[in-house]
């Protein structure tokens, strides 16, 4: 009977605090990106792209950002490129800081569309960019991220992201 009613007092203390524990525990945080810049795709010469798009991004940790993004690259005449990645953004700071360096790695594919002789030709190919930057916080729900980018297809690319936080 004893052990029985400290149990219970032991249950009944314990109780309240494991309910304030796990309301500590915060969901990834969501943003919306939206980017801009330059591309230039390595050829017989640079053939220059600008370059607009956006994504989401979720903070599953402290120092790692992922998402989707979605980048359309504009060439001369009809030459377009489409771009869908998996990215992935590690903090060499924590993200909660105001300026952070970031090293940036992604994957997916790519969509290419010209005209040669009158023709529409398209193709689509596996894609992977690396490369880094620096998020710099601008108030505590937007930051802006300018980043250096290299990849497949080859290219070299110059963006600014913008980030806007979900509440």
């Known amino acids: 009977m004893r052990a029985r009613l400290v149990s219970q007092a032991v249950i009944a203390i314990l109780c309240p605090l494991a309910a304030s524990a796990g309301a500590q525990s915060r969901p990834p945080t969501a943003r919306v990106t939206l980017t801009g810049g330059y ?7 640079w053939i220059n792209h600008q370059v607009v798009g956006g994504g ?9 950002a992922v998402g989707p993004e979605l980048l359309y690259m504009i060439g001369p005449r009809v030459d377009r490129d489409l771009f869908v990645l998996g990215m992935a953004r590690f903090g060499i700071l ?23 002789n009158g023709r529409t ?4 190919e596996g894609a992977f960019v690396f490369g880094g930057g620096a998020r710099v916080g601008v108030t505590p729900n937007v930051y802006v991220t300018p980043e250096l980018t290299m990849g497949w297809e080859p290219h ?10 979900l509440r």
Request: hydrophobic share 50%.
């Open 39 to 45: 591309a230039g795709f390595v050829d017989d010469s």
């Open 56 to 64: 989401a991004e979720w903070v599953v940790t402290p120092r790692i």
């Open 94 to 116: 924590p993200f909660s800081r105001r300026v952070v360096p970031v090293a940036i790695a992604g994957g997916g594919f790519m969509v290419h569309s010209d005209r040669f």
């Open 121 to 124: 030709f398209r193709s689509a």
């Open 156 to 165: 070299v690319r110059a963006s600014v992201n913008v980030g806007i936080t």
